[in-house]
Nanobody, 125 residues
Framework: QVQLVESGGGLVQAGGSLRFTCAAS????????MGWFRQAPGKEREFDCA????????FSVDSVKGRFTISRDNAMNTVYQQINSLQPDATAIYFC??????????????????WGQGTQVTVSS
């Protein structure tokens, strides 16, 4: 079992940046692909980016490419997301999640077994 705790959210002005940390418990962390998702007020949770178990592959949706970067440190049981050039429409709760992916198709929410509680981001104009 994996427990995930996100941190790094907060209030930021438009154009600003944030770095999220997702700390995982459990000795099997390195077995999991990790994803970052967000859920804006009144909207469904959506996928942003993911990284495979070893860190050799990443995938991001087109809307965040070049602005969102995912990385991981398996020795520290941690995954990170750097987000830049934030705009007010990025206001959301950001979640990390863990999945065992037999095929590299990381954008499907239903494939993720473990979820953190989320960290709130508010972007002011």
């Amino acid at each position: 079992q994996v427990q995930l705790v996100e941190s790094g959210g907060g209030l930021v002005q438009a154009g600003g940046s944030l770095r999220f940390t997702c700390a995982a418990s459990g000795r099997t962390f390195r077995s999991y692909s990790m994803g970052w998702f967000r859920q804006a007020p009144g909207k469904e949770r959506e996928f942003d980016c993911a990284i495979n178990w070893g860190g050799s592959r990443t995938f991001s949706v087109d809307s965040v490419k070049g602005r969102f970067t995912i990385s991981r440190d398996n020795a520290m049981n941690t995954v990170y997301q750097q987000i830049n050039s934030l705009q007010p429409d990025a206001t959301a709760i950001y979640f990390c999640a863990a999945a065992v992916l037999r095929r590299w198709n990381p954008s499907r929410l239903r494939d993720y077994e473990y979820w953190g509680q989320g960290t709130q981001v508010t972007v002011s104009s």
